[in-house]
């Protein structure tokens, strides 16, 4: 079959705040399954969680300054502009519209596969798009059977699998982890500690008090 166009890669979370894990996973995973470029896209309304306390604009704002002229990454906020519940669906459906035959790849935490048979219209999802789940060292995956039903007979071994056609198919991939979680940020923020070394400097100086209170006192794991 003839190669379509690059991938786009596609990777959404809250950045509660955005980190060197994020940034560092996005761009090794550009590299290593040639992805024309990444959408980091921030949550406006996380449906299966709470929203963080820090708006989705400072987020997004977050998410510019980390990425600054790093070329492939891009900062989307087209759940920013979407009324209603932030599902990944109407996300990969909005930028189908824009790209009708280009590849798509999902890039998920392999921890998200213990969640992913609850996500609104999660079957349709790879109708969309490829899944890529990313070991990450934080929780094991525990596919639930009706995930496991569903992809069996759609694995790809190579990268190159995923630019023969636009979606449907799935690959796990292992990249160096950074053990760096939004959660161990906030706590260091909130014990007054430096964050250095764990979030972009473009970052850290765009925080305003108000921005590290809100970080402080969001208490939420899931807001990783």
Do not use: C
């Amino acid at each position: 079959m003839a190669a379509l166009n690059a991938p786009l890669g596609i990777f959404g979370g809250t950045f509660t705040p955005i980190h060197n894990g994020h940034l560092r996973l996005a761009l090794e995973l550009r590299e290593r399954l040639a992805l024309s470029a990444v959408h980091l896209i921030p949550s406006s309304r996380p449906p299966h969680r709470d929203s963080p306390q820090v708006s989705p604009q400072r987020r997004f704002d977050w998410v510019r300054l980390a990425i600054g002229t790093e070329d492939g990454l891009i900062a989307d906020d087209r759940e920013l502009r979407r009324q209603g519940p932030s599902y990944t669906y109407d996300t990969l459906a909005s930028l189908r519209q824009e790209h009708p035959d280009r590849p798509f790849v999902l890039l998920l935490g392999d921890d998200v596969a213990n969640q992913f048979h609850a996500w609104h219209r999660w079957r349709e999802i790879t109708d969309l798009a490829h899944l890529v789940f990313v070991e990450r060292p934080f929780e094991p995956p525990a596919p639930a059977p009706e995930l496991v039903a569903h992809l069996r007979g759609r694995r790809a071994h190579e990268a190159s699998e995923l630019h023969a056609r636009p979606h449907g198919l799935w690959m796990s991939a292992h990249i160096p982890p950074l053990s760096i979680s939004s959660t161990r940020i906030r706590r260091l923020l909130k014990a007054g500690r430096s964050v250095r070394g764990l979030v972009p400097e473009a970052v850290i100086s765009s925080f305003t008090p108000e921005d590290i209170s809100l970080l402080s006192h969001d208490e939420d794991p899931a807001n990783d």
